[in-house]
């Protein structure tokens, strides 16, 4: 299993926060992406960043791009990120997401629910993932 539950937790996926002092209103963090953090970003969201990044991070991964993004959207960047980085469900809790693992035994899964006691539950279904077709048009996106 694994588990987001602080910003820097998002920095694997290619979400780095920068600095929460960016915003006038001191309400949102400015967030470098690199390549996988902005197509998550894109896909949570469902916009295109056009943005260009603050720093150039590390050579092999590079920043992209950057986005101002609030403390409340952590959890569901988080969802975004597990499902993207393979896990099969997802489940959040008052501050975390937590990833099931593809690997992860069911008796420890189940365990895990009965510890963590999820709110709600995420999972991909179907052949468009994050969308659903609409039925009378056939249209995904």
Wanted: hydrophobic share 40%; with cysteine.
């Amino acid at each position: 299993m694994k588990t987001v539950s602080r910003w820097s937790h998002l920095e694997e996926f290619g979400i780095v926060l920068l600095t929460g002092e960016a915003c006038s209103l001191m309400y949102r963090l400015l967030c470098d992406l690199t390549e996988r953090g902005k197509r998550i970003v894109e896909r949570c969201l469902s916009v295109q960043i056009a943005s260009e990044s603050w720093n150039s991070g590390a050579t092999d991964d590079p920043h992209v791009a950057s986005i101002m993004l609030t403390h409340e959207m952590m959890l569901p960047l988080a969802v975004f990120a597990l499902l993207d980085a393979g896990c099969r469900e997802v489940w959040i809790t008052d501050r975390a997401a937590i990833g099931v693992e593809p690997d992860d035994a069911e008796e420890t899964v189940e365990r895990m629910k009965e510890v963590y006691q999820p709110r709600r539950r995420f999972a991909y279904h179907g052949p468009y993932q994050d969308r659903n077709q609409h039925q009378m048009s056939g249209r995904v996106r």
